[in-house]
């Protein structure tokens, strides 16, 4: 039996694609779904975030349509910065931000192209590109500022090789028009999105999930690489011939055989981790965005998303339910208890307009998730080529762009398949600490498929 460790979706799309009678999940948790687990509580259905499909891989799309009935609209995502809701992307609606800030960003933004068409620029990091994209001001007051809030960290601190098209690169045009007024068209990177009809965004794994061999509550404590065996928390464990691992990536070389200096390395790979403050408020949604960016970084706040405008079905009439996004890592620690900042968000969310007062908010909970984004800092992919280097010994074959954050999946399954004769084999957002989707993950679990 294949061995794979961590019943996420890379992990249940591995087992679907490899065969499930060919393998065997150990999950620690009691349920499947890893960072895709819907929880149903007060009548609310809440993600770990906001979880939609905007995959533009036909295969992915018909696994997840076979799966569940869904809805399909557009969306319409906004910013708030200091009093201001600003269509998103910012760079190309600064018509909505106030006046000073305005005019000071479309000055900057128009010098920084006018130097750049004269000499060639290369940046060495993050920081650099914000402002070669959008000039110092912009960079400073939004993406720089949302950078310390989501990444925890400073954008100088971050490389650009996971930028891709995540980071809108505006068209002088659109820019200068989006000053005036709102442009014709969407320059968002997502236009329109897939969610489940009911059960949460986990119901798009449903007929993966079909038939899967998982083991529930097998928390693993050791893997001797050397020896091929996994050790669990329950005093089981576990030889294996072929492993495929999902677990986060520290976690699987800190507790094992590796010597120090692979341990070393594996604590140099650095992430967020998120406390999701779910509200419920006895009124209807007060705003049609269905996820917003909050760039003031006086606030908790990250990024907020509405239930019931996802589905329908994920809400309650006649009330709204609000999921709030406060992140923390080893660059940026929580200085409050969790209770504090859900008491401090709620406030947030009256000062902005979501909640109608305090006195509207029937219920507040939290949910604490340590591994929330991996952060592509300076160090993380010599740390990552340290470890991977290092398991080479025990079955594990390196990869073509095996360091890079994203994977070109059409390029993928069209090169010779070198990871044939391998044994070990990792996957997922912090399997490989990447910048995986859902997609992505998806993705992986068939491409593995490919080679085991």
């Known amino acids: 039996m ?4 961590g019943a996420g979706l890379a992990g249940i799309s591995a087992s679907y694609h490899i065969g499930h009678e ?22 609310f259905t809440w993600d770990e975030g906001p979880h939609v499909s905007f995959t533009k891989h036909e295969y992915v799309r018909s696994l997840f349509a076979d799966s569940t009935e869904y809805v399909e609209y557009p969306v319409f995502p906004a910013n708030y910065y200091k009093g201001s809701w600003i269509p998103h992307p910012a760079q190309t609606n600064l018509y909505a931000a106030p006046q000073a800030v305005r005019e000071e960003c479309v000055r900057d933004f128009l010098a920084m192209r006018e130097a750049t068409e004269k000499a060639e620029f290369a940046s060495a990091n993050y920081q650099e590109w914000l402002e070669f994209a959008y000039g110092k001001t912009f960079a400073q007051q939004f993406p720089a500022a949302y950078t310390r809030k989501y990444w925890t960290t400073e954008p100088s601190n971050l490389t650009t090789d996971w930028v891709g098209g995540r980071m809108y690169f505006p068209a002088v045009s659109d820019v200068l028009e989006g000053a005036q007024h ?15 009809k009911q059960g949460g965004y986990i119901s798009f794994a449903q007929k993966m999930l079909t038939g899967a061999n998982v083991e529930y509550g097998k928390k693993v404590s050791f893997t001797s690489f050397s020896e091929r065996v996994v050790h669990f928390s329950d005093g089981t464990s576990m030889h294996f011939n072929t492993l495929v691992s999902t677990i986060p990536l520290p976690i699987l070389i800190q507790q094992s055989d590796a010597p120090a200096e692979i341990k070393q390395a594996a604590s140099e790979l650095s992430c967020s981790s998120v406390l999701l403050v779910n509200i419920i408020a006895n009124h209807p949604t007060q705003r049609k965005n269905n996820w917003m960016y909050v760039y003031d970084e006086d606030k908790y706040s990250s990024r907020i998303n509405f239930t019931e405008l996802l589905s329908p079905a994920n809400g309650v009439e006649g009330k709204t339910g609000i999921q709030v996004e406060v992140y923390f890592s080893k660059y940026k620690t929580a200085k409050e208890s969790q209770e504090e ?5 709620s406030k947030e969310m009256v000062e902005m307009g979501l909640v109608k007062s305090l006195q509207h908010i029937d219920a507040v909970h939290t949910k604490w998730s340590a591994y929330a984004n991996v952060i592509f800092d300076h160090s993380r992919r010599e740390a990552l080529n340290t470890i991977y280097t290092w398991l080479e010994q025990f079955g594990l074959v390196r990869e073509d762009g095996d360091l890079e954050p994203m994977v070109d999946w059409n390029a993928k399954f069209g090169e010779e398949k070198s990871a044939k004769d391998g044994s070990l084999f ?3 957002r912090f399997g490989q600490w990447n910048y995986f989707w859902s997609d992505d993950c998806v993705l992986r679990g068939k491409y593995l498929s490919t080679v085991i």
């Open 426 to 428: 990792l996957a997922g």
């Open 182 to 196: 709102p442009l014709e068209k969407s320059t968002h990177y997502i236009t329109t999105v897939r969610y489940p």
């Open 22 to 43: 060919r393998c065997v999940v150990y999950e620690q948790n009691t349920y499947a779904g890893g960072h895709i687990h819907s929880e149903i509580r007060d009548g």
């Open 341 to 345: 900042i859900a008491a401090a968000v």
């Open 2 to 5: 294949i061995v794979i460790l």
